[in-house]
């Protein structure tokens, strides 16, 4: 197989938007590790906070979604 710069400049497009999805959910994992340490929790703070990064989860899957859709339609071999 020989090198093809779209092709790996589309996987790593993939890729990249995984890592992403992977470290936004980490932060916030992160986040309330700490506020559960620290006992600052009201409820209200842990909702918005993992709210805002589920919807930014949710735009970067889709995202990723349809730039792998193109990937397998682009490069499939049927």
Known sequence: MH???QRLEDISS???AMRQISLEAQAVVDL???RIEDERLD???EAVDVR???EL???LSLDASEKLD???QRYSDS
Request: glycine share 4%; charged share 25%; no cysteine.
């Open 57 to 59: 989860i949710q735009n």
């Open 32 to 34: 309330l590790d700490m």
């Open 52 to 54: 805002t990064v589920l």
């Open 3 to 5: 090198s093809d710069p």
């Open 14 to 16: 993939i890729r990249d």
């Open 70 to 72: 193109a990937y397998q």
């Open 43 to 45: 409820g209200r703070t």
